[in-house]
């Protein structure tokens, strides 16, 4: 039973805000927190739209500034779905008002601002958490478990791939997330982040990396409207793409393991293909989030001629999170990820700390996606050390 109760102020409304929205209000359907979410209030600049947004996913109220929405006094935790470029303003203040802060990824425009974010909530004393959500399908959890026990034995490589499609049409518009004044960077802050951070979360940290980017068009129409990832084009006006259309590079871990990376907007047929493959000493595992329930795994000792890749469904009560869902094999879909992310984010709360992945994880995420783009500038390899000096 629920014995007190943490009041949400969420900054943005669209895509992720949906996904967010949905977590806060199912968190508490599924699992026994002693904390609940009340969603207190939501902001956009677009009064018609976020008042709408609010009928329709819940909230209490909307402003249309988030200085006002930071500075209410029934506001306890900021949550920050907007361009990435606004993330550090608001997470700042946010932190400076005593308010817990919840941000979207990837942390910040650049690794200048995550760190002035980290310093923040440290200086403040607030709790932070960061939505990488993939972590908290269960199939991954799983694997971290495996890993952790020692089933797979030394780690030898991950290769990770992250393979959208969405903009290949040379006439789809110039979204924000097309324009490093807004995004930072393409591809590769929005897809290969994701990568990272699972890499980080299974694999171990990064030592040192050598990548490039590529941009294939190079200008497209002028936005009208967007939202999501879609979106409709004004006039036949053209501005320049000045961020990455695809990110790839190569890796070596503290640990002694070494990785391959790829994340794109352009490999046709992929919607959302989130992939990686981890090897081991004693076998393999391997996952993708358009099949996310699933598991697939290779134990080395098995005796031959059943030797193979096994598919785990893990929607067992031994599976992380799967207990509080439905019986096994009635699957869960993706915006469940959030609702396990929330749930951590609640017991942290109630526990006084805050949940990996955190501004701490940002940070060092940000290191090695600017590590690759020096790589890519230099064509050297970059260390992880020199860019968190």
């Known amino acids: 039973m629920t014995t007190k109760q943490v009041r949400i102020g969420m900054v943005g409304y669209k895509f992720m805000g949906k996904a967010h929205s949905h977590a806060y209000r199912d968190a508490s359907f599924f699992f026994d927190t002693e904390v609940e ?39 306890d935790l900021i949550d920050i779905v907007t361009p990435n470029n606004s993330h550090a303003e608001i997470a700042i203040a946010a932190a400076e008002a ?39 399908a269960p199939a991954v959890q799983f694997a971290k478990k495996l890993i952790e026990s020692g089933r797979l034995g030394k780690i030898y490589h991950i290769r990770a791939t992250y ?41 171990g940290e990064f030592q040192e990396v050598n990548g490039i980017l590529e941009t294939f068009i190079k200008q497209r129409p ?35 393991a070494i990785g391959t990376f790829e994340a794109t907007r352009f490999a046709a047929g992929n919607r959302n293909g989130n992939r990686f493959e981890i090897n081991g000493e004693k ?36 599976h992380p999170y799967a207990s509080a869902y439905w019986p096994a094999a009635h699957i869960i879909g993706y915006e ?23 501004f701490f994880d940002g940070v060092k995420n940000q290191a090695v996606l600017e590590a690759v783009e020096r790589s890519s500038k230099t064509k050297q390899w970059v260390t992880i050390e020199e860019m968190l000096i």
């Open 37 to 75: 979410p009340v969603m207190q209030a939501i902001c956009g600049r677009n009064e018609e739209g976020v008042k709408q947004a609010a009928q329709k996913m819940g909230w209490l109220s909307f402003e249309t500034d988030w200085r006002k929405l930071i500075n209410r006094d029934d506001i």
């Open 98 to 136: 005593g308010k817990h802060v919840y941000c979207e990824k990837p942390l910040a425009f650049n690794l200048e601002q995550s760190k002035r974010m980290l310093e923040a909530v440290q200086k403040n004393n607030v709790l932070h958490m960061i939505n990488y959500n993939y972590r908290f």
């Open 163 to 203: 393979l959208q499609d969405w903009i290949m049409d040379p006439n789809f518009p110039l979204v924000w997330r097309l324009q490093k004044e807004t995004c930072g960077s393409g591809s590769h802050g929005d897809l290969a982040a994701h990568l990272i951070d699972m890499a980080r979360f299974l694999v």
């Open 222 to 256: 002028i936005v009208e409207e967007s939202s999501g990832l879609s979106g409709t084009a004004s006039t036949e006006k053209m501005g320049d793409v000045d961020v990455d259309d695809a990110s790839v590079f190569i890796a070596r871990f503290e640990n002694g």
């Open 283 to 318: 076998g393999s595992i391997r996952w993708d989030v358009e099949n996310m329930n699933h598991l697939d795994i290779y134990f080395h000792e098995d005796e031959p001629g059943l030797q193979g890749f096994r598919t785990i469904n893990c929607t067992e009560d031994i």
């Open 336 to 358: 469940h990820t959030f609702i396990n992310l929330i749930v951590e984010l609640l017991n942290g709360i109630n526990k006084g700390c805050s949940p990996s992945p955190n």
